[in-house]
């Protein structure tokens, strides 16, 4: 007698359902395969001038560059706005890259296009710059320079300029706190967490308030803050900026204090003054 198999709808139904997923894994994977050719050929030979001009301007100098606004704490050591500047760190760049330390942004990439002002690096554009210092950081020829970047595609928005000089990524804060006199960081110190008061020092607070965003600019060789009333302030993060109709009532007179972290190398020369500011902008 032969033996006749029968097949179930339900079967019939887990098989057509993993015959499916196969066809959509293949499919995922040829298009991962496609996607990584196209990274392959455009970083196989990057240039300075070529591309990776264009991944600083969109991801870097925002931070790096001669007098840009802190981003929280730890003024970049190193501008990256010419060839010059970027071939001399480019080991450290591609190293900074491959280990997720640069750009400063510590939520996971699964989570990316949830946060406003995020800061992820494409595969593609870390890749660059990776092959790029890899191949010795060749220059190559200015007239493949780019088409300037629009201000849409640049990760850290432009700051404005207060009438002070100081620079403010949320805008010019409606009022201003500072310390009653710059701070000391002396030769000895390496690592320093006071809690320091700070003060109205420009603009005032003659009646509750509610505030509509919160800026910390940092001095040198701060490495971290954390306010009663400003919020924090770590290297990578911008401004605080409650979604529209949202705020925190701000009394009169309010007593404001900052608890700083300065870090720096100890010894002869090394001592600084910090200045750092605190803004608000109300509604």
């Known amino acids: 007698m032969n033996a006749v198999r029968i097949w179930s709808q339900r079967t019939v139904r887990v098989l057509a359902f993993v015959a499916a997923a196969g066809i959509v894994l293949a499919g995922?994977?040829?298009a991962q395969d496609v996607r990584q050719a196209g990274i392959d050929e455009a970083t196989s030979e990057a240039t300075y001038y070529g591309a990776v001009q264009n991944?600083?301007?969109r991801n870097c100098v925002g931070c790096h560059s001669a007098n840009a606004a802190a981003l929280g704490g730890i003024t970049p050591p190193m501008e990256l706005t010419s060839y010059e500047e970027a071939r001399r760190w480019s080991s450290r760049i591609a190293t900074a890259v491959k280990n997720n330390y640069m750009p400063p942004w510590d939520a996971d990439v699964q989570h990316q296009g949830t946060f406003k002002d995020e800061?992820?690096?494409?595969d593609e554009d870390k890749q660059i710059l990776i092959s790029?210092?890899?191949a010795g950081a060749p220059m190559g020829?200015?007239?493949e320079a780019e088409a300037v970047v629009s201000s849409a595609d640049v990760v850290t928005r432009t700051a404005e300029v207060a009438p002070d000089g100081s620079l403010w990524r949320a805008?010019?804060?409606?009022v201003t706190f500072g310390f009653q006199e710059p701070v000391l960081v002396c030769e000895e110190v390496e690592d320093w967490q006071p809690r320091l008061p700070m003060q109205v020092v420009d603009g005032e607070i003659a009646e509750p308030r509610w505030i509509r965003s919160m800026e910390i600019n940092t001095g040198p060789s701060v490495h971290h803050t954390v306010s009663s009333h400003l919020g924090v302030g770590v290297p990578?993060?911008?401004p605080f900026e409650f979604p529209e109709g949202w705020g925190i009532l701000l009394t009169e007179d309010?007593?404001?204090s900052i608890s700083m972290h300065y870090h720096k190398e100890a010894g002869p020369g090394t001592a600084v003054l910090d200045d750092t500011r605190g803004g608000m902008k109300f509604y």
């Open 55 to 57: 991944v600083l301007t």
């Open 254 to 256: 309010p007593y404001v």
């Open 119 to 122: 800061r992820y690096l494409s």
């Open 141 to 143: 020829d200015p007239s």
């Open 132 to 134: 790029w210092a890899e």
């Open 236 to 238: 990578g993060r911008g």
């Open 28 to 30: 995922d994977a040829a």
């Open 171 to 174: 805008g010019v804060p409606d």
